[in-house]
DNA sequence: CTGAAAGCGCTAACAG
DNA sequence: CTGTTAGCGCTTTCAG
């Protein structure tokens, strides 16, 4: 109970060497069926674990195989991908050491903790470092952000194709004859530039204006804009920039008495727990992130082990959620506030049509 | 940049020997001031940071000074906690060691990790461990749980008082003139039976009938017990046992066509994210959730310092957040579903009345 | 105060 | 295949 089993005592109940038990251990070459066979049995019988922080620091001049990961415990979304991350990294061999990104604990502490611990490369969640502190980073170690742009050649990045993800959302909603669609935007955040870009083009491939309204990334963001939009006349649709944003829209629009999806149809981005409330159930666009986070352990450890990667990005495809906040158009022109009101913003939540 | 400054390197820069530098680093007593700066400067000139793994392994046979946190990190509650354990840890001089709960890495697994680091102490957010498990870890070192009840005496718990919580929602409620008040109870959860208790000797104290109905944890527990109130009738104020059930009556009975709070007042339990939504603005009592994390260290620090502490709990006063979804009840009867329906469920958000 | 010396538990050559 | 031998960087006696 005081003191744990080490190398010696395995190589002792096993009549073997310390370097033939560690050889083992580690499924090193140079060992044979017979003994390897018996040494791990050995191990087990006294309930022997590797200590990682001997193994750490013996294996300074060699790999660590250790990866560092940076996330923001308020986020879901890292949440998720922390998920996926440990799954892609234990069967690779690859231990996982967390820093969390709090109010009082910014970035640099953080990452500066991950290096102290020789993380032998960083995946970076939620990372808001200027382009040129990631890049100055990356001349230490390999460096990947998830979910964000980076322009820093020496930067890995995973991302989805928010572009794509915007096409989806004008895909479905011209599908149902919508013309008049505005895109409230998200800004200098991360992905919003794409969201934008992706709006212009696929309302330009139908021949439509590209109405776009600044939003933002928060519920009050959403209000504004729905104000903004009541006061100078509706759209038929909206695409907000996030869920968020789309949920202040939601509130706002139906305070003011309108129905959705019959006077508006609106769309977030994320698929975002909230999205999903029977509440609010908002059609959205989600992101791949169990595949976000299992291509970004894979093009990290291949950069360490000097597999060919191509590129420095990936981007993943991003999948459209219907849900209960998008229909077609009314014949008729959007009614402003005043009209009768009906309480509810959409039909009882089913299943949503994807994932 | 290949290789970090060593204690060696210190040593040499400042012309003395690596204990002397060890000393001085961790502030041990047994240096001159003069020394002491000398030293600490060189440190500083060729950016020496110590390695926290050498350091870990040298001090196996005394303090790490190393506390393992495990945490569900789809929790905002886990977010604002660990927040709170870095800055209550940091300044006593103790590291934190963070192992997440995912769907697919169990708690056993998450400690076990934490374990192999040697960590000194457990401080375990969202444990679902038996109180056997829990127990049998406290045998080899001080565990501490938060927010949740342990009926052990060898583990040591942080969390709020629950009772006192729904009291002050029983206190709100009769303040207005509710007397026909109904608990929405979350079954075997953490907290569910101090809900109910502090629920019926608050009801019980105002000689009005203590009425409850099982709920649960989500949205959809709500929804279920909001249909099986609206089919039996309407009390005129419901205290659901979490913020998500609450959100999921709200929404059943908005869509009944019932105004909150004109027709019915809700309380939830949490201050979840949800509940601040403009669009939910739901009245409900809050954690105090800095307390909970200092609290949490200060206590698993005293015990391993050998200071006293009284007990083997803390229980921290929660408090109510007084927002929309609560007002004085119709003078008449509850209505049914069918009179004229309004929509919006709350009027805008104001600032919370505490905290 | 200071320096020398013995580990902490494991890895990684290198002879046998 | 197997045992020996150095460390990894830091802590911690214990004499000087």
Redesign the pocket.
Known sequence: MG?RP???DVAARAG?????V??V??G?P??????SARVLQAAAEIGYR??PR??L???????TRLLGVTFGAEHPFHADLLEGIYLAAEPAGYDIALSALTPSRGEDRAVETLLDYRCEALLLLGSEAPAARLAELARQLPVLVVARRVRAASVQVVRTADDAGIRLAVEHLTSFGHKDIVHLDGGHAAGAADRRRGFRAAMRDRGLPARMLPGGLTEQAGGAAARQLLAAGLPSAVIAFNDRCAVGLLDTVLRAGLRVPADLSVVGYDDDRLSRLAHVNLTTVGQDVPELARLAVRRLIARLEGTAVRGREDVVAPHLIVRGTTAAPRAGSAPRAGSAPRAGSAPAAGPASSV
């Open positions: 003191t080490t190398l010696e073997v060497s310390r370097a033939l560690s050889i251990i580690r090193a140079g060992a044979s069926q017979a003994t590797p200590d001997a193994r620091l013996a294996r300074t001049r060699s790999r």
